[in-house]
């Protein structure tokens, strides 16, 4: 348990929804986990600051970094020479600088890559993940105790409201889901606050709402796995493509203007009885053939919900297994075929 979250009691089974010490846990059904409030435990935090933060980031990530203002966020890849994701991060400006959200267990080891390429440039790398918790929001329930805390909240996706050193970022507009990063002296008293409104869901149910929300993670599992646009990151806003040079730029943009993206993400659920994990191979049905790879899953309805990158010829004919189940193919809340330059806003 990070010590930032040691007011959370995980000790026992009953309790594993993240509830507070001395507080009864809320009844929370997984049949339906769009009205809930978790502890993301997974979600670490570098803070990058310095005269030159800006401009680093802009020169290391698949995003305009340079013109992101604080009242919004993006998405961005960290890649390899070969355009393979070594990370996918969230970023957001501040007061003084830029803090980016990623997986915790990758942390160390970009910040040790990032800094490999500070050279003379003004830029300080720091790891703050035990200052700021970040708490996940999902539901319509959250928005009135969210604009009590925040004052107001964001309308559109990758919107940011900031208030008192805590920052809300809107994650999706489809099902209302938020990031609230919070300064750890806020963190227990806020969390109990919430706690009292929404029932606290674990991580594999949030893991779940991330799943059909369509948005991928890098673990060690898939470091240097796939490209930017295998992982969706086009219809997700995650890449730009007029910002300039960035590692693994001239991989990702060849794929995008000659059009040889042969992978691309899919969402499926699966109705074996263990959730697979992150790296494992989707076959045919024969079992001859390697189709793709799992990039998250979550225990859902009758099995498990999964994100996986396929081959697209081989997912749209025919059947799909993964340890010998069948794959059922599910729908994205976006769209391959249609581009956008605003993030789309909730619908009223």
């Known amino acids: 348990m990070p010590r930032l979250w040691s007011f959370l009691d995980l000790s026992a089974p009953e309790q594993r929804a993240n509830p507070a010490k001395g507080q009864t846990p809320i009844e929370f059904s997984a049949d ?19 005269a030159d933060a800006a401009a680093f980031l802009h020169s290391q990530l698949s995003n305009d970094i340079q013109s992101l203002d604080a009242a919004n966020s993006r998405l961005a890849a960290y890649c390899n020479a070969k355009g393979r994701a070594l990370a996918l991060l969230r970023v957001l400006r501040t007061d003084d600088g830029l803090l980016l959200f990623t997986h915790k267990a990758l942390i160390d080891s970009l910040i040790r890559r990032l800094r490999m390429f500070v050279l003379r440039s003004k830029v300080t790398l720091d790891d703050v993940s035990e ?11 959250a928005i009135p105790l969210l604009r009590q805390i925040m004052g107001a909240i964001p309308e559109h996706v990758g919107g940011v409201q900031s208030a008192d050193g805590m920052r809300l970022i809107r994650l999706d507009c489809t099902s209302d889901r938020f990031a609230l990063a919070v300064p750890e002296r806020l963190l227990p008293q806020l969390w109990a606050k919430l706690a ?30 796939f490209v930017p646009q295998m992982l969706n990151l086009e219809p997700l806003q995650g890449i730009s493509y007029s910002k300039g040079c960035y590692p693994g730029q001239e991989v990702i943009a060849r794929m995008h203007y000659l059009g040889k993206l042969k992978r691309r993400m899919y969402r499926l659920h699966s109705q074996a009885g263990t959730t697979p994990s992150p790296g494992e191979a989707v076959r045919t049905a024969a079992g001859a053939e390697e189709a793709g790879t799992v990039v998250a899953a979550a225990p859902a309805r009758d099995g498990s919900e999964l994100l996986a990158v396929l081959r697209t010829e081989l997912a749209e004919q025919g059947t799909l297994i993964l340890n010998d189940t069948p794959l059922q193919l599910l729908d994205l809340p976006y769209s391959f075929n249609t581009a956008s330059d605003s993030p789309p806003k909730r619908p009223t």
């Open 32 to 50: 339906k986990p769009s009205e809930c409030m978790c502890a993301l435990l997974d979600w670490g935090v570098i803070h990058v600051h310095g």
């Open 131 to 141: 200052a700021i918790g970040v708490i996940g929001l999902a539901g319509t329930a």
């Open 196 to 225: 009292h409104t929404l029932p606290v869901a674990d991580s594999e149910a949030w893991q779940l709402l991330e799943i059909q929300a369509g948005i991928p993670t890098i673990t060690p599992a898939t470091q240097e796995a």
